[in-house]
Each structure stands twice: as C-alpha cells, then as structure tokens.
RNA sequence: GUGCCUGUAGCUCAGCUGGAUAGAGCGUCUGACUACGGAUCAGAAGGUCGGAGGUUCGAAUCCUUCCAGGCACACCA
C-alpha cells in the first residue's frame, strides 16, 4: 500500500495516477517524467501530470491517445473535477472545492497541520556552526549556522532522527602562538572585560612578532608540542581558553535560538589521530610520500571525477589528502576522518550533513571518498551543503570598512538596533521592555530570512534596506502578515464573537485560493528537503502571505454573518498557524503584535 | 592551466530531476485611505534567460563550445 498524505493533493493525485498506470510498461521513460507536478500557470488548474509525452515516445504512441487512455482508467473523483486533456497530451486537474474543505477541516484539528512524517524515517547527524576558539565569530559563521539549524528543524518535523554536533576548532598550531602570548602579554584587565578582544590580541601579537623572529615561532611550536604532550600548565591555559571562548558562542547561540546536542571540538578526536593514521597506513589506503603519509588515487574513478587527482599543465597529476605531515603532525583531513568513525560508532546515522562553505568542497570530496575507502562496506551516506559567500556593496565578501571580518554579534546587535528604530518609528505606544523584544525577533529574524530565503548556491548581496524591508520577500512582511491575521482575532475578541474551530466553507474566489495555498504546506516541507533548499518554504510561505492578502482585501471576517464569519475565522487561525509553523521550521518567531 | 560554482527585467533575486504566454520585490508610473493593522493593497511599463551551436514534439533548465565573474588547487583549518 502506498502512502497517502492526507492533505497532500499532490500526493493523492500521484497515487491515482500509479494506480491507472498499473500494468503499462514504462521501463524506458525516467520515473521522474512521470510525476505530478504544480501546475504552471492557474490557467491549467492546479495540478498537472505531463507523463503521456515522455511515455509516448517510449511506447511509439501519440501523446494524446496515452493521456485518454490514462483518463479512462483514472479515479480522482474524491480530490480533482474530471481532467481535461490538453495541448500535447497534458492532463490539467482542479482540485474540488469539496476535498479541499475537508483537507482544511482536517489540518484544523491536527496539531501537525496535515504534514505527515516522512515515509520513512532516518538518522541523521548534522554538522554545522563550526566556530573557532579564541576568535570571534563573524559572517562567515551565519550562513552555516542558520541554513544548518534551518535544515535540522525541517527534518526533524519530518520525524526524522537529528543529532546535532558543533564541530569547534579548538586544536592546531594557532594555540601554540595563544599560549606564548598568554605566558608573556596576557592582560587580565582586558581579559575579564572582552575576552576574545584580548585573546584574538594575543594571538595577532605573536603571529606578528613569529613572521620577522624565527625563535618566536619555533617557542610556540614548543609550546603546542607541550600542549599535546598534556603539560599541565598549558593545559589549564587551552581550558581557560576554551571556555571563555564557549561563553562567547552560547550567548551568541541563545539569541539566534540554536541549540545542539554535542559540541565535539577538533580536540575530542586528538588522542585518536596517530593509530587512524597507522591503520590507515596498514590498510593500504595511505602511504608514505616525501616524509608525510597521504591517501593517493586508486585509479578506479574518471580522472576529473577523482578527487585525488589534478590537472596541471595539461597532466594529470597526483592530488592527495595528507594525513601525517612531515612533523608528523596529524591534518583536518585526519581529524575529519576520525569524526566520521565516531559518528558511525557513535550513532550510526543513515547520513551525515556537513553545511559548510562551497570553498571546502574539494576537501570534502577527499575525506567522503577517503572512508568509503577506508570503511566500504558501510553504508552511510555524506551530503555537503555547501553555500556562496555574502558579499558587501562593492560585490566583494562583506568587510568592515577597515578591511576586518564584520563580527556576527555587531552584526546581530546592529540588526536589532536598526530594528528598533523601525518599530519605534512606527509605532510609539510600546514600553520599552515590549519595543526591544519586538525588535529582538524583528532584527534576528531579518537577518536569518535574509540567509534562507536566498538559493544557497549563490552568493548574496548583505542589504539591511532589503532585509528589513515590510514588503516583498523578508521576514517583517511576513512576521506584519501573521500579526494582520492575529488582529483580527483580537477585533473578534473585543465585539464579543465567540472563538471556535467551526467548519470551514469556501466560498470566495480568493478564499479557496488561500485554502489551496494552506493546503500545500507539505509540499513545500517537501521541496525544502529535496536539495535542502529552505528557500523553497520561505517562496511557500511568501505566497501564503501573499494569498492573505487577498482574502482579507476581498473577504469580511468579523462582518460577516455568523457562519461565513465562523468559517472565515477558522481559515485565518489556520493560516496564522502555518505562517508561525513555517517561520518556525526556519528558526524564524512570530509576535502578536508589533 | 584544471576543476567547481555563477551569469535571468534598471537593481536584488526566484524558477534549473525539460513542458503549454519566463515570475517576484525594489525602483519608475497610475490608482485605493468613513482603515477587521495604509508597517497595506491593486494595476501598468520593463526580458533576444551571457553568446553560438546541438539533442528533443518541446530548452532558462540537458550536451558541446566560447565569453565574463567568483572560488579551489598537497604537508593552514
């Protein structure tokens, strides 16, 4: 039995028509050809199934003759009028009026709104955020951050399995420079007043005073050797560190409103690195090479499919990831490697997400292909979702104007501070406590609509005028669209109508059409997680903003007569609770008024 | 040089598992204020989808090639 979403027309219509195709033998065409999709453009209904013209060129056949034959065995009475065939061969469907009451009526009474969980579920671990220790955290933090938490609350809505791990860098020879500078130009003063100021200062210091003296270098060098060699003073220095640093990443994380379940740091898999790198070796995937150990081609895929090899004045050459240094020194592709066997060991997940900027995809290439080297037989599976830079005015990657990375709590605080002159201005009546709240959840969600709604593909253009904008595709739009349906509520409340989850009655052109757009929540869940694309919701849930807006400029609610007026209210409730579930999956809040 | 990503309206971006007339927002122009939130809504103008070939009944979408921009190219992460 195939699985039937409820509210999903999409899916039903699907179903119907793998049903009426029982029995055809379409071993030629790409199942894919053969989905209903959207349709597109409302002039051929609301759904439309174009798999006659593919399975026609399969099956010798006219395109039309196909589609006819499908109709005639095709039973959608419950959810679409009967099709019509159209242009090539394409089968249009409306979705009647009558299915979708029901689906509504439905949604009204599931704490779910109709999404079902997925058919079936999975593990998954996803790796995000990603901040380094001693260092402040800047733009190149956020987009990770938010399309990572983005994607984990969308698949955990699925039902899907999540664990999330905060992979910090928190090991490397940068401490070695930290620890020298901690020893010799540690200011407590500035330390107890912006600890990552005087961490960063000290770490900047000593790299400048290593690049012109060699014995500053080679000290700390020392001092990392110490370090891992567990000396306990450095130790209590890299501790300290740590979590001063943990301070910095947990306040900025309570105001994004991200939470993970483990932060395994660099450091974590230390202890493990030099007997992966023997075993590595024993196994035959590594080998020695000028003094480090690295994992060289196999020779088994396409030289431009290989991700250890490179092409270099028209020669393919060797590309291998080095997991030894000459030093003996492990890398972050031995690290990268030993998190994945804990992560296997650890929780067996179906797939392991790393969001992690596009510029490493080389890197991950190596390491995915490494362990399926190292460990064939597992099944696992690794997914990059990689992402383009934010870019400034100038189309350059977003700088201060003195060159520095933009620092993400300025960059939040900002957000909030242009937020409060945008409300304050608007409306005056707000107690401060109530204006900074409102400009908190304005701010932080402006910044994070503005990462998600974008392709992650692409690079984008950083826009506060944009991203605070209260129209067009941003979150105070549709942060103002859930407050317009809340309001009305209140206008209700105040004449004395009583609230109750009364049957919904279509009846207005615009009404159904906002019935049509609720009742595609799903497949917008869906679509988001086909490529772990969010911006595929926030296109849905601009729509649905959209399609309010109609409604309430066509449809009277609190003047209606007493059942249209019930119905209506009950439509806007649902509509308000899919724009705050939606902004939710996003990590977006919604506010009652604002 | 090789690989990956990108090139769509004046600007910022959707659409890219091929489907019927390429969509939004901003900006421009024109309307709607005795208003269930005008922090809003409606309408108009605006495109040889970087260029050229090809596959196909059908291409912004797939293939080839060229042009432009970004990124990455062993012992930093």
Known sequence: MRFIQKMNAKSQLQNAIDAALHGVDFSGVAPETLQVAKATNPQF????????????????????????????????????????????????????????????????????LGVESARETGKFVVDFSSPN????????????????????????????????????????????????????DLDEKNLASDPIGEMERLYKLINERAKSDASVEDLARSETALLQSGDEENLKIWERVRDLSQEQFDRIYALLGIEFDVALGESFYNPRL????????????????????????????????????????????????????????????????????????????????????ARQQGHFRQVFAAFKRWKPEEEMRFSHVSFGTILGDDGKPLKTR??????????????????????????????????QNIAR??????????????????DYLFSWDKMLATQGNAAPYLQIAYT???????????????????????????????????????????????????????????????SFAAFYRDCPVTQAGAEVRNSRLALCALTARVLQ??????????????
């Open 441 to 458: 959840a304005v701010g932080i969600g402006a910044v994070k609509y503005a990462d998600l709604s974008q392709n992650r593909a692409t």
């Open 45 to 112: 209904g609301d759904y439309q199934w174009n798999g006659a013209l593919p399975l026609a060129k399969a099956l010798k056949m006219k395109p039309r003759d196909i589609a006819a034959d499908v109709l005639g065995r095709l039973d959608v009475s419950d959810i679409a009028e009967m099709p019509e065939i159209a242009g090539a061969g394409f089968l249009n469907f409306r979705i009647k009026t009558s299915w979708l009451e029901n689906a509504l009526n439905e949604a009204q009474n599931d704490a779910r």
């Open 581 to 594: 579930t939606g902004l939710g999956l996003l990590g977006i809040e919604t506010l009652e008024q604002m």
């Open 133 to 184: 220790v001693a260092k402040p955290m800047h733009v190149g933090h956020i987009r990770s951050t938010i399309i990572g938490d983005a994607i984990v609350r969308l698949l955990r809505f699925k039902g899907h399995q999540v664990v999330t791990d905060n992979h910090i860098g928190d090991w490397g020879t940068a401490f070695g420079k930290i620890i020298v500078g901690w020893k010799s």
């Open 274 to 357: 030099p007997a992966l790198v023997d075993e590595l070796l024993a196994e035959g995937v590594a080998r020695e090479s000028e003094g480090a150990v690295a994992i060289f081609s196999d020779g088994k895929a396409e030289p431009k499919d290989d991700p250890f090899l490179i092409n270099r004045d028209g020669q393919w050459t060797d590309f291998p990831a080095i997991i030894r240094k000459r030093d003996g020194a492990a890398t972050y592709a031995t690290t990268d490697l030993a998190t994945l066997e804990h992560r296997l060991k650890e929780w067996a997940p179906d797939e392991v997400i790393y969001v992690v900027d």
């Open 402 to 435: 003195s060159g520095e990375n933009v620092k993400l709590q300025e960059l939040l605080d900002e957000a909030q501070s242009r937020a409060l002159a945008i409300v304050t201005e608007k409306n005056s009546a707000y107690d401060d406590q109530t204006a």
């Open 484 to 546: 317009r349906v809340r309001s009305i509520f209140r206008k209700a409340q105040s004449e004395g109508i009583e609230m109750e989850n009364a049957p919904i009655h279509l009846i207005e052109p615009s009404e159904i059409a906002l019935g049509k757009q609720i009742s595609r929540f799903s497949e917008a869940i869906d679509a988001a997680l086909v490529d772990y694309r969010p911006n595929a919701l926030c296109d849905y849930l601009y729509e649905l903003a959209g």
